[in-house]
């Protein structure tokens, strides 16, 4: 039974001709591949697209030969997303967040999604800030800092996860959400002071 092979298994029955292995491995693992992506990027229509592609890529290396993750192969998958992801930020798309009855969460949710790692921040936000605003600042944090807030508060990932996704430390995946979560806090300041003002 397939199901109970391990992941190297099934990646070497499908390189030796039986498909149904590599079914197993995507419906396997699918769902927390896709999660990740339609957290990140809200909206369901271009995560579709991007998982196609992350799975078109998989597909091809293994086929040439080039899979060389032994033991490894959902975070190896999961690396390919990111990159994927990023990518679709970084060619100039914007995060385009729609509100709806289906997501569950209003925007105090939201925002104590993004800061239950310094409890003491919370209580010291600004409030009223819309969810529009809050993920428009996300989008204003440099690259480093903005791809951890995604992947640990988006894609619902551990920070061994997205230390081993990012080929950096524990350490460093954390310094860079305490920055994320300081400009943050900052931007939001900016902000209320201008209201006053205005």
């Known amino acids: 039974m397939q199901s109970h092979q391990t ?7 499908y390189l030796n001709g039986n498909d149904i292995c590599f079914e197993q491995l995507l419906k396997r693992h699918k769902n927390k591949i896709f999660s990740y992506i339609v957290l990140t990027v809200k909206q369901r229509d271009v995560a579709e697209d991007i998982f196609q592609d992350v799975f078109l890529k998989v597909i091809n290396t293994m086929n040439k030969g080039n899979y060389k993750e032994e033991g490894k192969f959902l975070p190896w998958v999961m690396r390919i997303a990111h990159n994927m992801v990023m990518d679709y930020f970084r ?5 385009q967040f729609v ?3 289906e997501d569950g969460e209003d925007d105090v949710d939201v925002f104590r999604m993004l800061v239950n790692d310094d409890k003491n921040a919370e209580e010291k936000i600004v409030d009223g800030e819309t969810v529009t605003e809050i993920r428009a600042m996300i989008d204003r944090l440099d690259d480093e800092q903005k791809e951890v807030v995604l992947m640990r508060h988006y894609g619902k990932m551990s920070f061994k996860e997205i230390a081993e996704m990012t080929n ?3 350490n460093t995946a954390l310094g860079r959400m305490r920055y994320a979560i300081l400009n943050l806090r900052s931007m939001m300041k900016d902000v209320k002071e201008k209201r006053i003002a205005a």
């Open 7 to 13: 992941d190297e298994q099934l990646i070497s029955g």
């Open 91 to 95: 060619n100039g798309k914007r995060m």
């Open 99 to 101: 509100d709806n009855a």
């Open 168 to 170: 950096i430390n524990i």
